[in-house]
């Protein structure tokens, strides 16, 4: 009887949606989801990079500042902000440097994420980020999930600023944008320059560790993740000096 109940609570748990509470943060049960030892600040590592952190702003798909980010810093593990610091140096010998949107993203940021994707009276922010979706399709195709890559603190959002101009080269799309246009093969809607555009960030990441996904040009995730299977719950804030 109790494994029959021990079963039915765990199913119970695992089909939670969005808005609850969420499943749990680590299926590595050695790691401590709460517990940021293994992360830098982001610009202790790459310095020359610059921060645009949207969900500590309003400027974002949700419309306000986003749960978890008290601080408009970025945060990530050790070994993905040493590989970003290999892309900033090429990419600041080319005439570049990267500008930063959004890198360790905490459960309770995802929660935010799906609570907003479930009030779909919601469009506040529809015509500068999904004008030609709507809202109620943003859960089946992908656009907002229970769980975040970012979580594990190896994934970053990011761009390219021209030096010479200050700034960011253009892409076509910017960030965030929900639609078929943000795919880093889109060709049918942009120039050349602006797919070259991407197919140098896209290079540049998968030179120094990175590899991207199918459906966003700005989001990469190091191939060597070292939490792959955690996802993490402390907020974005300064981290506590080392002892």
Not at 34 to 53: A, H, K, M, N, R
Not at 134 to 144: L, N, R, S, T
Request: proline share 6%; aromatic share 14%; glycine share 6%.
């Amino acid at each position: 009887m109790k494994r029959n109940l021990s079963l039915f609570l765990l199913l119970l748990v695992a089909t939670t949606s969005c808005g609850q509470r969420p499943i749990a943060s680590s299926d590595n049960p050695s790691v401590d989801p709460s517990d940021p030892s293994g992360f830098v600040t982001l610009t202790d590592v790459v310095p020359d990079v610059i921060l645009e952190i949207r969900y500590f702003s309003t400027f974002n798909f949700v419309g306000t500042r986003v749960d978890g980010y008290e601080e408009p810093i970025a945060l990530m593990t050790r070994e993905a902000a040493q590989a970003l610091k290999a892309v900033s140096d090429e990419a600041m010998s080319l005439g570049y440097r990267l500008k930063i949107w959004d890198t360790y993203r905490p459960q309770m940021a995802v929660d935010h994420f799906c609570r907003w994707g479930e009030n779909v009276s919601d469009t506040l922010t529809k015509r500068w980020f999904y004008p030609y979706l709507d809202k109620d399709v943003v859960f089946e195709q992908g656009y907002i999930a229970r769980r975040s890559g970012h979580s594990r603190g190896s994934v970053v959002d990011l761009t390219l600023v021209d030096m010479k101009s200050g700034c960011d080269i253009d892409m076509g799309y910017g960030f965030d944008w929900f639609g078929e246009e943000s795919h880093p093969d889109y060709r049918e809607g942009i120039t050349e320059e602006q797919y070259a555009n991407r197919m140098l960030l896209r290079e540049l990441m998968l030179k120094h560790g990175f590899k991207p996904i199918t459906e966003e040009w700005w989001h990469f995730i190091l191939r060597d993740e070292p939490y792959p299977d955690t996802y993490f719950t402390f907020p974005v804030r300064a981290l506590a000096p080392a002892r």
